[in-house]
């Protein structure tokens, strides 16, 4: 308990409704999405804290201090985003300080943190950066990795009732490393239940596929609950057991005096979920599947090299994404051009002229000559068309080929996959890593 | 004016303002991001209606009706989406009924349409889909093209004033529709204003340093007005003019008889935003940087190349977003190993001993041999430090080097980006695709 990067100067007391107020002109323009709404809402529950209710509003000193007053009137604490920047929009903090009745001051500490962020950057530093050292009396400053902007959390009296108010910076960038690092631990003691959720992580089969094959399993809705929410082209179940918050995570495993269900209820769960799913689940966890197919490669090391030619670049960009992929990865060629699939990658020209660069021989021949030049233990080759143009009724938008040279040979697959240009690459992208996953899985 | 598939029987007056009501509780767990809020809020901004706020509940009717009469009782109209549906929890309609003090009753059309749905396609119609076809006395229902669940749309008299409620089903597949084909025409005769914007994008500067330069324009708010608003990275500035919604578009260019602002004034204003941040204005419009990059490379029919380093393919990738860029992509390598920037990029090995690879003399190397590799008009080249490791006192973690080299020769330069691993990868790709814009543009 107690956050990582917060001196705990907050005194818990029991939430009993948390509301989401999210600040921003943008979002009332429909220019932006309210994917911070959504991030917030999902820790919260994953903390077992009730939220009902979520508002918006402008960058509009008056709407924004009746907003906030009206959700304090109303609820026991409020996480709000936006209006934290230098520009004189941003007036968030001001008007908190107006309701919790105090003046903004100072933090040296805040101050600091934004001047060295700007001398390490060698951008001038504005007097609007300034304003950003602003924070109520007596509230926390919360540290911004990724921006100028800190947060803040104060716990304070509203009309003799206690109240809690965390304000994020709006950019989703800075607010989920902020929420995750540093809200998360310092709202779990405010927490009157405790959630533990695993999330199972699945590719490479539907939603409606995967749901079919756990529809018991949802249906039942008892504790532990599983239920799936699905991303774009990757599904996740989560599988979550609800437990009073003075109960400590290790303590016991079964269901307890009373009994209550447990840790290996869940546990149990998870694994039943496994079982069904097979080789598509890819993670028990937090990790993306580029992750766990960088991670595979680092644990095993295994070197690889990359041939792309419809994704042009995204499937080495994305294992890349992976800090000390340096030690396996050794590159990749883009072979967006024919001539390029030849040159750099020893295709043998007469096998193009035939057979066309999205087919199985092609795909064999550069994951090959991929392997070769860069002398790595596995190389992965993607070439398909995604189009608007270049589909045939033969090989119509969307076909993906996709090979896997290594020691012990070449494997080759293809799919179908729907959606616009920028989805089939993404996909296909996708499938190329978790082929790589498949092969060091088995 | 008129709806396409409405008979026209709201009598119009002047919409102040409209919020926007979501219903759902799986918006309230974070499960679903509240898009349908945003192509909402984008349609009304487009009719002129102005809103100042939007508003979450789940499917509990207690909450639902208290945040109606909230709404009502400020803004003169509300557009709300979910709980329309066949089951228990889907209670819309009968709130609303409630909120107007009038019964619900059972719409024949609507009772026919769900009937010839369910005969289409051979499901069995459950007692729960003839609950769809009730609505409240004296409202219009709004035909649903995809799915079983009308919209309504109300105009009634709340605490003596006119107010208009419009509902729509949650599922953006059938929400979407029914909003862009039945509620903006409906909505038409409510709008006072109508809105002309214009986007400046911007990279290469950042937020607080343009907000200077631009301060005293944002600062006269008078109409049109400027609004900064930031993404990560690039930031975007919002130029808007206030026209009466009788007042058409083509209609003159500068002030009308009274004086009023036209859309000469929006040019102008647009015009010194230009002026003022020059070269870092990458677009007027809805394009993104790779997009401009992309567009500018296809129209003066230049070819291009790319060798990564820590940015791993990423730039290659985002170039490749764009429909047609085969015809000047050639490709790419991804030298993340410095063997390969030797032998695919002809980076001389002494070079990389003496100098190390991020530097001016190795991304220049890297950029010419990349271009006499691919035989393209321009190579780009980036190497850089994206960390967690690797940093030194003399080349901290995000010391990016850039090289683009064309028949003129080849020009380096060099940026220090803050933030993590993925953010320094992002930007310096960002800003490969900048310095190859820049070059484009002058």
Request: proline share 7%; with cysteine.
């Amino acid at each position: 308990m107690g956050s990582a990067d917060l001196p705990h100067r907050l005194e818990p007391f029991g939430i009993r409704s948390c509301e989401i107020l999210s600040v921003g002109t943008e979002l009332l323009f429909g220019q932006t999405v309210n994917t911070d709404a959504a991030h917030t809402a999902v820790r919260l529950s994953e903390l077992g804290i009730p939220s009902y209710r979520q508002t918006v509003v402008g960058d509009n000193p008056e709407r924004m201090e009746q907003a906030f007053r009206e959700i304090l009137g109303r609820s026991d604490a409020v996480v709000a985003t936006g209006g934290l920047g230098p520009t004189r929009d941003d007036r968030t903090a001001e008007v908190l300080a107006r309701v919790m009745g105090v003046p903004l001051e100072q933090d040296d500490g805040v101050l600091e943190a934004i001047t060295r962020r700007f001398l390490s950057t060698g951008s001038p530093m504005t007097p609007n950066n300034r304003k950003q050292a602003l924070i109520p009396r007596g509230a926390l400053a919360i540290p911004n990795g990724h921006g100028t902007a800190p947060g803040i959390a104060a716990r304070f009296d509203f009309h003799g009732e206690p109240r809690l108010a965390i304000l994020l910076p709006g950019p989703p960038a800075e607010m989920r490393p902020m929420m995750d690092r540093s809200v998360v631990p310092l709202l779990e003691p405010f927490a009157q239940y405790r959630f533990l959720s695993r999330y199972i992580r699945v590719f490479g089969i539907g939603e409606s596929r995967a749901e079919t094959l756990l529809q018991d399993l949802v249906d039942r809705q008892e504790n532990p609950t599983l239920a799936p929410y699905c991303g774009d082209g990757d599904v996740v179940f989560r599988a979550t057991l609800r437990l009073p918050a003075d109960r400590p995570e290790g303590e016991g495993t079964g269901p307890d005096a009373a009994g209550a269900p447990g840790p290996a209820d869940l546990d149990r769960l998870v694994a039943e979920v496994v079982r069904r799913l097979g080789i598509h689940v890819y993670e028990v966890g937090d990790r993306s599947l580029q992750a766990v197919t960088a991670d595979l490669l680092m644990e095993r090391g295994v070197t690889v090299s990359l041939a792309e030619s419809c994704t042009a670049g995204l499937a080495c960009a994305l294992l890349a994404e992976r800090p000390g992929i340096s030690a396996v990865l050794k590159g990749a060629v883009t072979a967006y051009d024919n001539d390029v699939k030849v040159r750099l990658l020893d295709v043998p020209r007469d096998l193009l002229e035939r057979e066309g660069a999205v087919g199985a021989a092609c795909a064999a021949a550069m994951a090959d000559g991929c392997r070769s030049r860069f002398g790595t233990g596995l190389a992965l080759s993607i070439t398909g068309i995604a189009g608007p143009d270049g589909g045939t009724p033969d090989k119509p938008i969307g076909t993906v080929w996709l090979a896997l040279s290594g020691p012990d040979g070449t494997v080759t697959e293809s799919v179908r996959l729907a959606g616009d240009r920028n989805r089939i690459r993404r996909m296909a992208a996708f499938r190329g890593l978790d082929l790589i996953r498949r092969r060091l899985s088995t």
